[in-house]
């Protein structure tokens, strides 16, 4: 009797697992999608603070280190958004994100959000050449779009 | 007793008590003249209407830049005690606010009550506009004047039971108390600061937590709350937890960055762009009024 019980114990057990494998398999997590999307904007956040810094005056103007991190702000601004957002990978699907499900509602418009972030890292380079001074002034509308979408596709933090 | 007399005793009792109950929940509007004297500047104006955020609501959903300018309403706020659909704040005389004057005008932001003598719901955050200097509210009244018009109508509020009977609300704004200050009295500029964010900004509706019949919970003032309108958390701005500086606030204030150069997510971001339109000055006194907080866990 013990023998039956305990057998049966572990037939519902493997079982068990190995439905909630197949379930953790079957639905994908995104995790390299999410990986590569922060690891992009932590790219920029860095590359932003290097001027950001400067034009609050928190730390020296250094004319090369500014040229390299505003022609790194262009570069990341060219990359395709496309491969990194697939559909399901919002936070009321997935854990580790606070990408809104209403990006797939309308994602030209997020995408056009994105290449707004191009558009403003264009005159970046010609303008943080030539002294402290110039940063802020190129650094705010390149603010202004990261905000632009973040008020609509991004959650709090949790 | 006879039984007769106890059933008309019964009746008076229960009679005046409808009625003491009625006369709780009854709208009252501001004592009549107190607008009199007070012209109001729509230059003045614009920056009352950007410091008290009323386009971040208001505005017609994800409309930027001069579009939001039109206070067409439609946005739906999902909160726990149901959904609230904007309305339209323009100068539409129909669909909008185009026949008000200030009197009604001033009843609606500092009191929550309608032209027709309604409570508003208290997503309208006129308990925090009830601290507005009568100048401000004609200034912003002034300013609002000048603003498109547009003819979209209302949506109708989605809300759970009991939440849909709207006389109860008379009963909530008494027990909500009168509106008073919260942060530490100080310099003329933490308490422009005081102003500016309790009065005007209103960060306490979404930085402090609510009790169970969404009152603010007053003693974790700006200690981070549960998000009133979906997933996540405001975060907790007090000094000892939010460890920024009074340049980085004023700078984040600026330009949504924060200190690592992240930049603002959600309701922030429109948040952010209101401040964006202040002085520099009166983005220092926020500042300033923050770090005087008292530090919260």
Known sequence: ?158 | MHAGNKLVVAVIFFAAAALFTWQLMRPAPQEPGRFNDIGGDPVAGEAVFWAAGCASCHKAPGAEGEDALVLTGGQRLETPFGTFVVPNISTDPDAGIGRWNLEMFADAVTLGVSPRGEHYYPAFPYTSYALMTDTDVADLFAYMTTLPASKAENGVHELKFPYTFRPGLGLWKRVNGDPRFQGPKGTPEVERGRYLAEALAHCAECHTPRDFMGRLEKDVWMAGAPNPTGTGRIPNITPGTLRWTRGDIAYYLETGFTPDFDSAGGHMASVITNMQKLTAEDREAIAAYLMQLPSLP
Not at chain 1, 10 to 16: H, P, Q, R, S, Y
Not at chain 1, 33 to 47: D, E, H, S, T
Not at chain 1, 54 to 77: K, T
Request: proline fraction near 4%.
């Open chain 1, 1 to 158: 009797m013990f023998l039956l019980n305990a057998k049966l114990v572990g037939t519902a057990t493997i079982l068990a697992i190995s439905l909630t494998a197949g379930s953790a398999f079957a639905q994908d997590d995104y995790e390299n999608q999410l990986k590569a999307r922060k690891g992009q904007f932590n790219l920029l956040a860095l590359n932003v603070g290097v001027l950001g810094g400067m034009a609050r005056g928190n730390v020296d103007y250094d004319a090369a280190l500014a040229q390299a991190a505003a022609e790194n702000i262009v570069a990341i601004a060219a990359i395709n958004q496309m491969p990194l957002w697939p559909e399901g990978s919002d936070e009321m699907s997935i854990d580790d994100t606070r990408a809104k499900p209403e990006i797939w509602d309308n994602f030209s418009d997020f995408a056009s959000k994105w290449a707004a972030v191009g558009t403003a890292a264009e005159g970046l380079p010609a303008a943080v050449g030539s002294g402290a001074e110039g940063i802020g002034p190129a650094l705010g509308p390149l603010g202004g779009t990261c905000k632009d979408c973040h008020d609509t596709y991004r959650a709090p933090r949790n």
